[in-house]
């Protein structure tokens, strides 16, 4: 997977790739091109084999600020219908990609974390946030709708429709506390330990079956859209291929040998 990525950070160690938007000093907010970018980095990341887990970091104590003022709003503002509406299929595309990576993902969140940034969270596997941590999805105080890149169809399967309605109407920040108590973040530790809590969390995924992990992401997103039967059904036939892979047969060896399992993703 490549490294070499202009609008953001990005390293790879032992199978998890770090990333982190990397204008600390305006709290990282998101530009055309890092949404561009960050899209592409995730549609490609589902075939690549070197990375079995995401971090999606803060930088300089706060996550994203969402879509930049100046870089975004400003030219939106001056834009054709026809472009707007390519702008804003761009930046779905991005949750799109996110979910559809192949890869558990995981948001270590401090401080702000709010439009756009919120979504990138939202569409995380798992978040782990610090104390400091505020997220908001403020599209209605920018004079638009709470309904961006997903937001009403995603958010209140995290958190549920009355909380997640309340976020969306009023665009007010979720603390951290609200976060954890509501489900939105897994656990809340301090900011020193922030990335190497989420690291370690990745480092445990990525330890696991990673082809049956790939199996469990798609099942999460597919079956949102799906009835109990059919989702049952497809449960089976993912279950079933699983079932082909070696580590199902590793994992048997390993008990019978009260051994720990070493996985190895196929």
């Not at 969306?168 to 489900?183: F, I, P, V």
């Not at 798609?218 to 082909?244: D, G, K, N, R, V």
């Amino acid at each position: 997977m490549r490294t070499d990525v202009q609008h953001f950070k990005c390293e790879i160690s032992d199978g998890i790739a770090t990333i982190a938007l990397d204008r600390p000093e305006r709290k990282n907010p998101l530009s055309f091109e890092s949404y561009a970018e960050l899209r592409d980095w995730f549609r490609d990341l589902h075939y690549a084999d070197d990375v079995h887990a995401v971090v999606f970091a803060s930088n300089g104590g706060n996550f994203s600020s969402g879509g930049d003022v100046h870089d975004i709003i400003g030219p939106l503002t001056r834009m054709s219908m026809k472009e707007l509406l390519s702008f804003t299929r761009m930046t779905g595309d991005l949750v799109k990609a996110i979910v559809n990576c192949g890869k558990p993902v995981i948001a270590a969140i401090d401080g702000v974390c709010v439009g756009a940034g919120a979504i990138i969270a939202m569409a995380s596997d798992l978040r782990v946030a610090t104390p400091e941590a505020k997220v908001a999805f403020l599209f209605t105080r920018v004079g638009l709708a709470g309904c961006d890149m997903g937001a009403c169809a995603i958010l209140p399967r995290i958190i549920g429709q009355g909380r997640a309605a309340e976020l969306l109407y009023t665009g007010r920040s979720m603390s951290a506390d609200e976060g954890h108590a509501w489900g939105f973040h897994n656990k809340v530790v301090a900011a020193d330990e922030l990335l190497g809590e989420a690291t370690a969390l990745a480092a445990r995924i990525a330890a696991g079956p990673n082809f049956g992990n790939m199996m469990t992401k798609t099942m999460l997103a597919q079956e949102w859209s799906m009835s109990i039967e059919q989702a049952i059904e497809a449960e089976a036939q993912a279950q079933a291929i699983c079932m082909q892979t070696a580590d199902f047969e590793r994992a048997y060896n390993a008990f019978v040998a009260k051994e720990k399992p070493v996985f190895e993703g196929n």
